[in-house]
């Protein structure tokens, strides 16, 4: 089956500076992957819809300069939270439908950010 | 109103009981339903895939659409410890769009 690998699975950083999380489908292309952000004994929140080869659609509320999302390759998205605070610290998720297969979403197994 | 409704539990059942899932939603433009289950600090695992209205069966999981009361149910028959997590219902009103997620329903399953 489809597989996403997320990485790192676990960061903490200082408050004020940037983290990078990489998000790659293993086994097929993907020109759509959705990036999701969860609090503590809640539902996945989405935050923005990546492209390939094209600009993020972000939700509303979502700031699009602090959560930084590239869609490089077929099989990469990163999303890079800038300048970030403890109110950052969160579960982040992505997910990835395989092109051309009708076969559900994909997810990551998330990456838990804790700023201090 | 949300668009997708799941009662959050938590549930709590014996071990070989059959459990019931269910979401309701609002929006009669989805086709296309999922189920996942999420482990603590984990993320969701796909369980169900659904198109349209009907029922899929893979092996003690059973999942039911029934478009015409915007209804979806996920069964669990002969339900095991392993079994107790969180459980996500979504839906897309096209392939490839976003997911509009339930709540989630905590399970747990006694041994």
């Known amino acids: 089956g489809a597989v996403v690998s997320q990485h790192p699975s676990r960061v903490i950083c200082k408050s004020g500076t940037s983290v990078k999380i990489e998000c790659r489908s293993l086994?097929?292309?993907?020109?759509?992957m959705f990036w999701y952000r969860q609090f503590p004994k809640q539902s996945l929140m989405l935050m923005a819809t990546?492209?390939?080869?094209?600009?993020?659609?972000?939700e509303q509320g979502v700031e699009k300069d602090k959560f930084l999302i590239n869609h490089a390759s077929l099989t990469l998205s990163t999303l890079t939270v800038t300048s970030a605070h403890p109110e950052d610290s969160s579960f982040y998720i992505c997910?990835?439908?395989?092109?051309?297969?009708?076969?559900?979403?994909?997810f990551g197994s998330g990456t838990r950010l804790t700023v201090v | 109103q949300k668009e997708v409704e799941q009662d959050p539990g938590p549930l709590s059942v014996p071990e070989g009981a059959i459990v019931s899932l269910n979401c309701t939603y609002s929006?009669?433009?989805?086709?296309?339903f999922m189920w996942y289950r999420q482990y603590s600090r984990k993320g969701p695992e796909l369980l169900m895939y659904?198109?349209?209205?009907g029922n899929k069966e893979d092996g003690r999981f059973t999942a039911q659409v029934d478009k015409s009361s915007k209804y979806i149910s996920l069964f669990i028959r002969d339900s095991q410890p392993s079994d107790s997590a969180t459980y996500l219902c979504?839906?897309?009103?096209?392939?490839?769009?976003?997911?509009?997620f339930g709540a989630g329903t905590i399970l747990r399953v006694k041994s």
């Open positions: 979504a839906m897309s009103d096209g392939y490839g769009n976003k997911l509009v």
């Open positions: 990546s492209n390939e080869g094209s600009k993020a659609t972000y």
């Open positions: 086994d097929f292309q993907a020109t759509t």
């Open positions: 997910s990835a439908r395989p092109a051309g297969l009708e076969d559900g979403y994909t």
């Open positions: 929006n009669s433009a989805f086709q296309y």
């Open positions: 659904t198109y349209s209205s």
